[in-house]
């Protein structure tokens, strides 16, 4: 019931982001852990000890401002932050879990991350391409899941939110600036 509850948040996620997506050309790809011929960035981020969020989703510079609640088109507000990144960079998961990608029909290619241990999911989306690991692949912390697109009207940049228990996003301002 959870999973379900979960995947139609994801559906109505990717229906409310649809009106964003435009095709970009796909980014260099690898093998997947940030650290072989092929995935740029070089090596994977430093991973910190426990919690939900132990490495910074962009592998790479970035600059993010706290865009959480801000109103977006049709009376929906932003779920998420918006990380600024050059085209291309590494996005890392933040989190050891199950990958579920939710294709190409939201703003970019995104993933679902389910975290492994507990409920919680991360959102990762307007990605250029995806890391190596498939649908149902297990990952761990730090390792690439994908690289840093665009929507086509918007600058390079990766949309992250984090979903504790499965329910609503909260803000991950703050743990994103002791991690970045």
């Not at 970009?24 to 910190?48: I, Y």
């Not at 890392?92 to 995104?110: D, E, K, N, Q």
């Not at 241990?117 to 761990?140: K, P, Q, R």
Request: aromatic letters at 8%; proline letters at 8%.
């Amino acid at each position: 019931a959870e999973l379900g509850r979960i995947a139609s948040r994801v559906d109505e996620l990717e229906a409310t982001l649809a009106a964003e997506r435009s095709p970009t050309p796909a980014a260099p790809s690898g093998n997947g852990d940030g650290n072989g011929p092929g995935d740029p960035g070089g090596p994977k981020p430093p991973v910190s000890g426990s919690g939900w969020l132990q490495t910074c989703p962009v592998n790479g510079p970035s600059s993010f401002v706290d865009s959480f609640g801000d109103p977006r088109p049709g009376g929906r507000s932003h779920e998420g932050i918006d990380m600024i990144a050059a085209r291309g960079t590494p996005v890392a998961a933040v989190h050891a879990g199950t990958v579920h990608r939710t294709g190409s029909s939201i703003g970019g290619y995104g993933i679902v991350l389910f975290h492994e241990g507990s409920s919680d999911w991360t959102f990762y989306t307007h990605f250029d391409s995806y890391g190596s690991y498939g649908e149902g692949a297990h990952v761990s912390a730090g390792d690439t899941i994908g690289y840093v697109g665009n929507s086509g009207t918007t600058v390079y940049h990766l949309h992250f939110e984090y979903h504790p228990g499965g329910g609503a996003a909260i803000n991950p301002y703050t743990s994103l600036l002791g991690v970045c």
